[in-house]
């Protein structure tokens, strides 16, 4: 089958043909050796977590938040506050084989109680829940999200999507698992005013957290799950390519005349680094340090941020 390389936001996916391209990438935290939040540069309140770095999904060596105790505190940020929109949130999930100690340990979690929404971990049942109640008044809606099939200490992929009119629909692995009626809070926001977005506790692993201003459709969730953590040699949108990437002095770039394309490189504080306009089909990259950034292009009225890893 025909396969393509589509952009979200700075995140690679190689999906079917017929896919459509993501957007309204709203957070992204990737714990890529820090806590920042990619799309807006927030940095949590760190101060009582203590951690270290383990493997990713897919093998990527440190590429994973492993959590031993305490959480990150992101404070009432905006992307956290869901208001009367539709959302979807995405991450990947690893016990450490201590959490089965721990009945429900909270994994990302707005609350003020008895207002809340998140997920929560039962490391009984190596079971992940969906709790969803927008004012102290409605009901809690929790959901069961994942089957007792893999145990505590492996990586499992975890998505909720919410159309504020109708449903709630979780998906375990790319797989649809179920769903729930929410159409009757559709008028009620989900803010949960005040309370701070914490994100992981003791005993666990956390990787590519994002959260969405919209509903992904389930091909667009299995994209995520099959190569999110994956950095392609070769980008491609529409007839541009870009590569190599990782790249140590030059990005070449085809199918754009000079003249036509300007770029922006930035750090993962969101700061501009390099910039210009391209007058030859490579940009120069060698005096940027080793490490991630976001390049974005601008090119026939697109505008397309991509990540980029310099070595």
Sequence with gaps: MKREILLLLGITLIVN????????LTAWLQFDGNFIESVSGLKPDSANIL???????????????????????YGDTPFSRLDTSDFSIVFWFKGDGGSGLWPLTEILMKNT???????????????ILFQFKPDDDSTMITKSL???????????HIAITADRDSTIKHYYNSRFSGSAYIGHYKSLPCNIPGA??????????LDEIMFFNRVLTQNEIDAIYQNSVHVSEKIKLDHISIYPNPASTHITLEGVHAS?????????????????????????????????????????GQNTLTKILID
């Design 146 to 156: 994942t089957p007792n099939l893999y145990g505590d200490t492996a990586w499992m």
């Design 17 to 24: 043909s017929n896919a459509q391209n993501l957007s309204g």
């Design 196 to 205: 701070s977005l914490l994100i992981g506790n003791h005993d666990m692993a």
């Design 260 to 300: 036509d394309i300007a770029f922006s490189f930035y750090n993962t504080e969101g700061k501009t680094v390099l910039s210009g306009e391209v007058t030859e089909p490579s940009i120069n990259v060698s005096t940027l340090p080793a490490g991630s950034y976001f390049l974005s292009l601008r090119y026939n």
């Design 113 to 127: 109680v008895p207002s809340r929404y998140g997920f929560v971990y039962n490391g009984n049942q190596a079971e």
């Design 51 to 73: 951690y270290n770095y383990t493997d990713g999904p897919f093998g990527a060596p440190a590429n994973a938040l492993n959590i031993h105790s305490g959480s990150l505190d």
